[in-house]
């Protein structure tokens, strides 16, 4: 996707908030996250309710999936969320879109020039390849479940100071 190489989307928070939403739609759960030259590799598992009557059956069978997720696909879910947004009425965002929305802010501070990570229970892993002086540098960030809770209650506040003032706090 490399959102920060020409791409007319350059803004990780808003991507990250819609891909999000997309995959709550789907129910998935255990993210692991790559980003490609033309978007995005998702894989997670998904449960699906059990129709059988034993014990093993009734908990529901669990099933990975892999998504491949192209720029243009994900530019939709953008428009989407945006006419959704503008409609009024929409409720709180789901798990993903609140959580990978603040992961997504985050990036957009460091501007990596691509990025993987995993998540597991709330908690995610995240490599950056940032580029500087020196080249390429590979960054590990680790957010707990805790730390996504922090940044997700600190967002409004944040949201609100960057539209009252015309710039980000800082």
Known sequence: ???????????????????GAYLDDRGLRGL???????GFIIQGTVVQDASGSSWGEALGKATRV????????????????????GQGGHSH????????????????D?????????E???SYVIRLSIAGQGGL??????????DIAELISKAPALRRDTTTSGRKPG
């Open 110 to 118: 460091q501007k990596p020039k691509d990025i993987f990570f995993f």
């Open 1 to 19: 996707m490399r959102i920060y190489e020409g791409s007319p989307r350059q803004d990780w928070e808003e991507v990250l908030r819609s891909v």
């Open 137 to 146: 540098k590979q960054t590990l960030v680790e957010f707990t479940a805790a």
């Open 66 to 85: 892999t998504l491949t997720l192209e720029d243009d696909q994900v530019a939709a879910f953008m428009d989407e969320a945006l006419a959704k947004r």
């Open 32 to 38: 692991v996250f790559l980003e490609t030259d033309t």
């Open 93 to 108: 965002p789901s798990r993903f879109e609140s959580e990978l929305r603040v992961i997504g802010k985050y990036l957009d």
């Open 120 to 122: 597991l229970d709330g």
